[in-house]
Protein backbone atom coordinates (compact mmCIF):
# COMPACT_ATOMS: atom_id res chain seq x y z
CA UNK A 1 0.00 0.00 0.00
CA UNK A 2 0.85 3.73 -0.09
CA UNK A 3 1.28 4.03 3.24
CA UNK A 4 0.84 2.38 6.87
CA UNK A 5 -2.67 1.23 7.36
CA UNK A 6 -4.41 0.61 10.80
CA UNK A 7 -7.24 -0.82 12.00
CA UNK A 8 -10.01 -0.46 12.66
CA UNK A 9 -9.90 3.00 12.95
CA UNK A 10 -12.41 3.18 16.18
CA UNK A 11 -12.91 0.60 18.79
CA UNK A 12 -15.26 0.62 22.00
CA UNK A 13 -14.85 -2.09 24.19
CA UNK A 14 -16.33 -3.21 27.43
CA UNK A 15 -13.76 -3.23 30.28
CA UNK A 16 -12.37 -6.87 30.67
CA UNK A 17 -12.81 -7.44 27.24
CA UNK A 18 -9.66 -8.43 24.60
CA UNK A 19 -9.07 -6.56 21.74
CA UNK A 20 -6.48 -6.69 18.90
CA UNK A 21 -4.97 -3.82 16.87
CA UNK A 22 -3.59 -4.12 13.09
CA UNK A 23 -0.62 -2.69 11.43
CA UNK A 24 0.22 -2.83 7.64
CA UNK A 25 3.32 -1.37 7.15
CA UNK A 26 4.71 0.25 4.05
CA UNK A 27 6.26 -2.29 1.97
CA UNK A 28 9.82 -2.77 2.27
CA UNK A 29 9.99 -1.16 6.11
CA UNK A 30 11.72 -3.54 8.39
CA UNK A 31 11.54 -1.35 11.21
CA UNK A 32 7.94 -0.92 13.22
CA UNK A 33 6.93 0.91 16.27
CA UNK A 34 3.80 1.03 18.27
CA UNK A 35 3.05 4.14 20.38
CA UNK A 36 0.23 5.01 22.16
CA UNK A 37 -1.04 8.72 22.85
CA UNK A 38 -3.43 9.98 25.57
CA UNK A 39 -5.44 12.73 24.81
CA UNK A 40 -3.72 15.95 24.66
CA UNK A 41 -0.28 13.94 25.57
CA UNK A 42 2.92 12.70 23.87
CA UNK A 43 4.07 9.42 22.26
CA UNK A 44 4.72 6.67 24.88
CA UNK A 45 6.64 4.10 23.32
CA UNK A 46 5.44 0.70 23.66
CA UNK A 47 7.21 -2.02 21.40
CA UNK A 48 9.65 -2.09 18.67
CA UNK A 49 10.73 -4.69 15.75
CA UNK A 50 13.70 -4.65 13.78
CA UNK A 51 13.64 -7.50 11.09
CA UNK A 52 13.97 -10.98 12.26
CA UNK A 53 15.44 -8.92 15.62
CA UNK A 54 13.89 -9.85 19.26
CA UNK A 55 11.45 -7.14 19.62
CA UNK A 56 12.29 -4.52 22.01
CA UNK A 57 9.11 -4.69 24.60
CA UNK A 58 10.53 -2.44 27.23
CA UNK A 59 7.33 -0.08 26.60
CA UNK A 60 4.93 -2.47 27.49
CA UNK A 61 2.91 -1.25 29.73
CA UNK A 62 1.43 -4.71 31.64
CA UNK A 63 1.66 -8.04 30.68
CA UNK A 64 -1.67 -7.17 29.45
CA UNK A 65 0.10 -6.07 26.41
CA UNK A 66 1.81 -7.81 23.73
CA UNK A 67 2.23 -7.94 20.24
CA UNK A 68 3.25 -9.95 17.27
CA UNK A 69 4.92 -9.21 13.98
CA UNK A 70 4.14 -11.88 11.25
CA UNK A 71 6.53 -12.79 8.38
CA UNK A 72 8.32 -8.97 9.21
CA UNK A 73 5.07 -6.95 7.99
CA UNK A 74 1.45 -7.30 9.39
CA UNK A 75 2.05 -6.51 13.32
CA UNK A 76 -1.21 -6.75 16.08
CA UNK A 77 -1.06 -5.78 19.11
CA UNK A 78 -3.21 -7.00 21.51
CA UNK A 79 -4.40 -5.89 24.81
CA UNK A 80 -6.49 -8.15 27.02
CA UNK A 81 -8.93 -7.93 30.38
CA UNK A 82 -8.74 -4.06 28.82
CA UNK A 83 -8.73 -1.39 31.46
CA UNK A 84 -10.52 2.23 31.22
CA UNK A 85 -6.87 3.77 31.31
CA UNK A 86 -6.13 1.65 28.52
CA UNK A 87 -8.29 3.98 26.09
CA UNK A 88 -6.05 6.27 24.06
CA UNK A 89 -5.11 6.44 19.87
CA UNK A 90 -2.77 3.55 19.05
CA UNK A 91 -0.15 4.20 16.56
CA UNK A 92 2.05 2.08 14.38
CA UNK A 93 4.66 3.69 12.10
CA UNK A 94 7.09 1.99 10.16
CA UNK A 95 10.63 2.64 8.72
CA UNK A 96 13.61 1.99 6.95
CA UNK A 97 16.21 0.87 9.27
CA UNK A 98 18.92 2.72 8.16
CA UNK A 99 21.48 4.31 10.13
CA UNK A 100 21.52 7.73 8.56
CA UNK A 101 17.83 7.96 7.91
CA UNK A 102 15.18 6.42 10.06
CA UNK A 103 11.93 8.63 8.75
CA UNK A 104 9.00 7.22 10.68
CA UNK A 105 5.78 7.13 8.86
CA UNK A 106 2.64 6.97 11.16
CA UNK A 107 -0.89 4.81 10.08
CA UNK A 108 -4.26 7.27 10.98
CA UNK A 109 -4.17 5.21 14.39
CA UNK A 110 -7.06 3.37 16.47
CA UNK A 111 -8.57 4.82 18.94
CA UNK A 112 -9.67 2.97 21.48
CA UNK A 113 -11.91 3.48 24.01
CA UNK A 114 -12.80 1.17 27.23
CA UNK A 115 -16.41 1.65 28.47
CA UNK B 1 16.11 5.24 29.82
CA UNK B 2 16.02 8.27 27.21
CA UNK B 3 15.12 11.94 28.24
CA UNK B 4 13.63 14.01 25.20
CA UNK B 5 13.10 17.40 27.07
CA UNK B 6 10.61 19.62 24.94
CA UNK B 7 9.11 23.13 26.17
CA UNK B 8 7.41 24.78 25.93
CA UNK B 9 4.52 22.57 26.74
CA UNK B 10 1.69 25.04 25.16
CA UNK B 11 2.18 28.30 23.01
CA UNK B 12 -0.33 30.57 22.11
CA UNK B 13 0.64 33.59 19.73
CA UNK B 14 -1.21 36.29 17.62
CA UNK B 15 -1.39 34.98 13.75
CA UNK B 16 1.89 36.79 12.48
CA UNK B 17 4.01 36.47 15.18
CA UNK B 18 6.42 33.91 15.48
CA UNK B 19 7.05 30.73 17.58
CA UNK B 20 10.21 28.37 18.52
CA UNK B 21 9.83 24.95 20.20
CA UNK B 22 13.00 23.71 22.15
CA UNK B 23 14.12 19.89 22.35
CA UNK B 24 17.11 18.78 25.00
CA UNK B 25 18.51 16.00 25.43
CA UNK B 26 20.42 14.39 28.20
CA UNK B 27 23.17 12.95 25.85
CA UNK B 28 25.17 14.08 22.45
CA UNK B 29 23.05 12.89 19.36
CA UNK B 30 23.52 10.81 16.10
CA UNK B 31 20.44 13.30 14.74
CA UNK B 32 17.29 14.40 15.77
CA UNK B 33 13.94 14.84 13.88
CA UNK B 34 11.17 17.05 14.03
CA UNK B 35 7.53 15.94 13.63
CA UNK B 36 4.18 17.74 13.10
CA UNK B 37 0.93 16.73 14.22
CA UNK B 38 -2.58 17.91 13.29
CA UNK B 39 -5.47 18.58 15.63
CA UNK B 40 -7.09 14.72 14.87
CA UNK B 41 -4.42 13.76 12.65
CA UNK B 42 -1.19 11.97 13.15
CA UNK B 43 2.76 13.21 13.45
CA UNK B 44 4.13 13.71 10.16
CA UNK B 45 7.94 13.67 9.37
CA UNK B 46 9.09 17.46 8.71
CA UNK B 47 12.78 16.65 8.57
CA UNK B 48 16.07 14.87 10.11
CA UNK B 49 19.55 16.69 11.08
CA UNK B 50 22.52 15.58 11.45
CA UNK B 51 25.72 17.43 11.73
CA UNK B 52 26.69 19.73 14.39
CA UNK B 53 25.40 23.28 14.00
CA UNK B 54 23.48 22.36 11.24
CA UNK B 55 20.69 24.90 10.09
CA UNK B 56 17.99 24.03 7.29
CA UNK B 57 14.66 25.95 6.09
CA UNK B 58 11.59 24.82 4.58
CA UNK B 59 9.96 28.28 3.71
CA UNK B 60 8.55 29.46 7.15
CA UNK B 61 10.12 26.83 8.93
CA UNK B 62 13.36 27.33 10.69
CA UNK B 63 15.35 24.20 12.43
CA UNK B 64 18.55 23.90 14.54
CA UNK B 65 21.18 21.34 15.80
CA UNK B 66 23.35 22.98 18.33
CA UNK B 67 26.89 22.57 18.37
CA UNK B 68 27.30 19.96 21.05
CA UNK B 69 24.34 18.34 19.16
CA UNK B 70 22.24 18.09 22.57
CA UNK B 71 19.70 20.49 22.03
CA UNK B 72 17.40 21.60 18.23
CA UNK B 73 15.55 24.14 17.51
CA UNK B 74 12.23 24.96 15.28
CA UNK B 75 11.17 28.12 14.53
CA UNK B 76 8.10 29.63 12.61
CA UNK B 77 8.43 33.07 11.23
CA UNK B 78 5.18 34.71 10.75
CA UNK B 79 2.32 31.91 11.98
CA UNK B 80 -0.02 30.62 9.64
CA UNK B 81 -3.88 29.04 11.19
CA UNK B 82 -2.26 26.13 9.11
CA UNK B 83 0.59 25.99 11.38
CA UNK B 84 -1.97 24.96 14.12
CA UNK B 85 -1.09 21.75 15.99
CA UNK B 86 1.51 19.98 18.25
CA UNK B 87 5.13 19.80 16.93
CA UNK B 88 7.57 16.74 18.34
CA UNK B 89 10.96 16.03 18.32
CA UNK B 90 12.27 12.61 17.98
CA UNK B 91 15.77 11.22 18.78
CA UNK B 92 17.30 7.63 18.36
CA UNK B 93 16.47 5.76 21.49
CA UNK B 94 19.91 4.85 21.80
CA UNK B 95 22.05 7.87 21.37
CA UNK B 96 24.97 6.59 19.57
CA UNK B 97 22.68 5.04 17.38
CA UNK B 98 20.85 6.42 13.92
CA UNK B 99 17.83 5.21 15.37
CA UNK B 100 17.93 2.17 12.64
CA UNK B 101 19.03 -0.30 15.79
CA UNK B 102 16.60 0.61 18.14
CA UNK B 103 14.05 3.26 17.19
CA UNK B 104 12.88 6.62 18.09
CA UNK B 105 11.98 8.41 21.38
CA UNK B 106 10.08 11.60 20.92
CA UNK B 107 9.34 14.31 23.19
CA UNK B 108 5.86 15.11 24.93
CA UNK B 109 5.36 18.07 21.94
CA UNK B 110 4.77 21.44 21.95
CA UNK B 111 1.10 22.60 21.45
CA UNK B 112 0.68 25.76 19.33
CA UNK B 113 -2.70 27.49 19.19
CA UNK B 114 -2.90 30.98 16.92
CA UNK B 115 -5.29 32.96 17.86
CA UNK B 116 -6.86 34.84 14.21
Known amino acids: GAGVSQSPSNKVTEKGKDVELRCDPI?????LYWYRQSLGQGLEFLIY????????KSGLPSDRFSAERTGGSVSTLTIQRTQQEDSAVYLCASSLALPSNTEAFFGQGTRLTVV | GQQVMQIPQYQHVQEGEDFTTYCNSSTTLSNIQWYKQRPGGHPVFLIQLVKSGEVKKQKRLTFQFGEAKKNSSLHITATQTTDVGTYFC????????????????FGKGTHLIIQP
Open chain 1, 49 to 56: FQGNSAPD
Open chain 1, 27 to 31: SGHTA
Open chain 2, 90 to 105: AQPRQPNSGGGADGLT
